[in-house]
């Protein structure tokens, strides 16, 4: 079974699954001055949308996701679109609020299914960083296997953690813990590797030595290092990688996303190389910005523009349905 928010979950009813969003979140931690050395304030408003997207991570609000309404809103327009479930993936340093995932679930129709973790060094908060290892273990196995802290449900997989360039002590902490967790109550783990280093095979590696298995390995946002013998090289280990489509911003001086054509284009060129690479698709919406209804692409950008591209240039339904459906329902299916 998947432990959503509202319950468990068959893996034939989980439908189409987005594996990497966030709906109520607070990024402020990763804040920083314009390109020019300035800064953004206010709110998101249309204004300031060019300047924003030149410096993704310079206004305040745009970190923050904040608004019930707004989400469910957000989220309904995407199970119009056919998206039927996310994974929130909201982590601890991005400001998680789990208590109030069930009523957006109820209200917009998306399953939710909830992953509790800790994000990058830098965003901790102290009292997490300063935990040990045996507490981390200790919290992630009761989020998995009894509630997330603070509500009646559990996790239904330990995410999503961050790495920085260099693995911090923290974040090392935090890897092996869950690698134990995950793999004693039959979990998986997402990850987000920073884009500034080549460590997922190295990470992979870290994981499996605790016991957890490859495929039970989520790399999230892949797509941010369109590198043919990286990412094979990461598909090798035998984990599941992830392209998060919808965001083109620009965040410093040679700092920017990938479009998605050039995802598109990537990602064929993998298959190419690894045709049963296993792969799986989200927005990875967590910012204002990324929303509708602020000129973004939205969380059913996937089921409504990309999934069908992807299908024109030539992608088997077959091999979408296993991206969108097959893959995520294996990640998360607890048994």
Known sequence: MIESVLGPVSPERLGTVSTNEHVLTDSRGLLRPTREGGTLSGPIRPEILGDLRWSWLSLADNL????????????????????????????VGMGPRHRDLPEISRRSGVAIVAAYGSYIDKTLPSWWRD???????????????????????????????????????????????????AAAAGASVSIRLDAAARRGPEVA??????GLPAERI????????????????????????????????QFGDGARDATDEQRIDFLFELLGERPDAAVT????????????????????????????????RGLPESALHEMLVTTPARLLDRG
Request: charged letters at 20%.
């Open 218 to 249: 989520l790399f999230c946002n892949i797509d941010k290092v369109l590198d043919l013998g990286y990412v094979t090289d990461v598909v090798d280990t035998g984990a599941v990688v992830e392209f998060a489509f919808g965001s083109e911003h």
């Open 131 to 181: 935990l040990d290892e045996q507490s981390i273990e200790q919290m992630f196995t009761a989020a998995l296997v009894d509630a997330v802290p603070g509500t009646g449900f559990r996790a239904g997989l330990l995410g999503l953690l961050g790495t920085s360039a260099e693995i911090t002590p923290a974040e090392r902490r935090a890897l092996d813990a869950a690698a134990r967790s």
């Open 64 to 91: 923050t996701l904040d608004d019930e309404e707004s989400a469910v809103d957000e989220l309904s327009a995407a199970a119009r679109l056919g998206l039927t479930t996310i994974v929130e993936a909201t982590s």
């Open 281 to 312: 698709l989200s927005c990875s919406v967590w910012t204002k910005g990324q929303l509708s209804r602020h000129g973004g692409m939205g969380y059913g950008h996937v089921v409504g523009r990309v999934g069908p591209s992807l299908l024109r």
């Open 205 to 210: 590696e870290l994981l499996q030595a605790q």
